[in-house]
């Protein structure tokens, strides 16, 4: 679904250089923040805030080529949301998020990609190592 | 933020977070032992945190693991009836380094902080963490199957 991205990065990267802390929102820390962390826990462990600093470095650094499809968002055709793959410090990445009301970011993701993707220049951001979900069906399977 | 970012719901509302369980630098899993609000949804109990959020929960880990550590290190010494030298030796660490993490001014690794929870809850623990422990008879019976 569409071939370009619904929001402009330029507006992206000026909510997350703007500062207002408030304005970037983590709407499922379990496929950001927490997933940044586990997958850092045995090489470069990360507290939260280094985690948050992670990701807004990574969004900081997407190009318009590494942008993959667009995505309705819980079937509601007001919330798309972009998706890009990108290769950032040397790992890949899934990253999606929408803009809404024109002033806040809601990172929905920022986790290894589960399946490879292909961006629209044709660069393939090859499948990672989700490390957080793997752990989360451990859990789940040992409870059960 | 309007709605939930894992399943749509749209409510929400601040919720305590204390006994939630996150995972933070090594560690797999922190308990959360201090009250701290987030948004929280009805629907799929997904947590919704802003930048802000993210610095608090990071306080809030920090102040857990402190108290967590300074809780097992006192029950280990009342429990073994040792002191914090022995105490230590035991763990393979410097008595400063022990001190510092009991009173707070460090947080011990994942793997000394899973330590000190075998070491205060499991049976024996102590006297089988004694660098002298006899092995051989052991490792021999275990060998004979």
Known sequence: ?144 | MKKCGNCGSKELSKRNQKGKIFPWRDYPAVQLIADVMFMECHQCNNVVLSVSDHQKLDEVIVKSIQYATSSLIGMILLKSKCTQVELSIHAGVSKEYLSEIKSGRKQPSFQMFTLLKILAFGKDAFSISDPKYELIDKIDEYEAG
């Open chain 1, 1 to 144: 679904m569409g071939f370009r991205p619904k929001h402009s990065l330029n507006k992206v990267f000026e909510i997350i250089k703007n500062g207002d802390l408030d304005n970037v929102v983590f709407s499922v820390p379990e496929k950001s923040t927490i997933s940044v962390i586990s997958v850092f826990s045995d090489t470069k462990p990360k507290s939260y805030s280094q985690a948050v600093e992670f990701i807004l470095n990574g969004v900081l650094s997407l190009r318009e080529e590494d942008f993959v499809h667009r995505q309705c968002l819980f079937a509601d055709l007001s919330c798309i949301a972009d998706v890009y793959g990108v290769n950032y410090e040397s790992r890949p990445w899934y990253v999606k998020f929408y803009i809404e009301d024109g002033k806040f970011l809601e990172q929905v993701s920022f986790h290894p990609p589960e399946r490879e993707m292909i961006t629209i220049t044709g660069i393939k951001i090859p499948k990672g190592d989700y490390t957080y979900e793997k752990m989360r069906k451990l859990w789940i399977k040992r409870t059960k």
